[in-house]
């Protein structure tokens, strides 16, 4: 929704959905965020709701019983969803990258098998990479995966996966060939099944452990957690794009779908930034000081002005990388840049909003509270700041090579 002008650059198709999706997460999200915030309460009904929605099948196309929206459409949705609550779109983000995944690399057998089921929400995917050790630094991967009979077995220990305890599909990262060089070329992605919601599991997914949730200081319902591997066997046939076109090409495989998950986390940045604009716009009008409401002061004009011209940009950066991958174009540095500027921009704008509320910002009977908490994991996830910008830089100066 923009706020600063009406003009709007969705299709009807687009409107209807994205404006469904908003009364969802009016009606259905936001009144029940900060209780679960509060208790840390994974937000079982509404994500019954989104199933019968198909919002997790929005990009799986109409064969597999998805939606076959394009990523432009997709984006739109979780920029809604995320102006109601973070963590609803992360429920729905890696599993988004695990179909992209499939879809995009996985053989006709994998699509097959998995994408019907994870179109309905009857299973949905985690996307695992980092370890104890590594986040930025992929290819320093220690997870170890070992050809044994018609298996991989696997072994190590990854962390902070989103979704790591509900999901019934990982989408894994691991070390197949640990002579390769440079490492990256031995690196093969697993698709792990579990059985969700166990903690110990057995039988056919023994070997692979969830420890207890990782406590967090935001983006609360949604459970991070490590995942254990000790002798977890991975059928062959669970290779992505199977064993004798996917060997050793899953860092590829991986960096080109945390292509599309930087639109998804930008998308986020401009959700959590556009409510705390609006939060901020309604807080301004009501709460006055020196006789006037605050929104007369120009200090607090000067900053809705800010705040509601990152918003339109973020908007604007996030749909236009969206459109170029949509229409094959590449789009590493567009996607790079979307990322960068709208995760700062839900930080600032959030930031912004807080101060405006003075005090009761700090209160957590005001929703910008939870706001202040969620934000800053957008510069974490999919890549921080930092990395976007060596991103954006190294692509730049090959782009433009003298
Ligand atoms: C809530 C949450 C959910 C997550 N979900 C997932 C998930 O589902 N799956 C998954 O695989 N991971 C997930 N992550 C992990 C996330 O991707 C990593 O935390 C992130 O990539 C950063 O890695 P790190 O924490 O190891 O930081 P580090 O890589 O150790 O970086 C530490 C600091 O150094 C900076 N830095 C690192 N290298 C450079 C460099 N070359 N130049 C300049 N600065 C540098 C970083 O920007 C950062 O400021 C999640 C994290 C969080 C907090």
Partial sequence: MAVATPYSDQTDEQRAITEMVRQ???????????????????????????KELGLFGVTIPEEYGGM???????AMIVEELSRGWISISGIVNTHFIGSYLLMKFGTDEQRQKYLPRMATGEIRAAFSLSEPGLGSDVQAISTRARKDGDDWVINGQKMWVTNGLRSGLVFLLAKSDPDAQPAYKGMTCFICEKEPGKEVNEGPYKGLTIPPKIKKMGYKGVEST?????????????????????LNKGFGQMMDALEVGRVNVAARGVGIAQRALELALKYSQERRTFGKPIAEHQAIQFKLADMATKVEAARLLTRKAARMKDAGERSDLEAGMAKLFASETGKEVVEEAFRIHGGYGYSKEYEIERLYRDAPLLLIGEGTSEIQRMVIGRTLLKRHKI
């Avoid at 076959?68 to 997709?74: F, S």
């Fill in 24 to 50: 969802f997460v009016d009606e259905q999200v936001i009144p029940i965020a900060e209780e679960h915030d509060a208790e840390d309460k994974f937000p079982e009904a509404v994500v019954e709701q989104m």
């Fill in 226 to 246: 490590e995942l254990v591997f000790e002798d977890y066997r991975c059928p062959a046939e669970n290779v992505l794009g199977g064993e004798e076109a996917g």
């Fill in 68 to 74: 076959g929206l394009d990523l432009t459409t997709y």
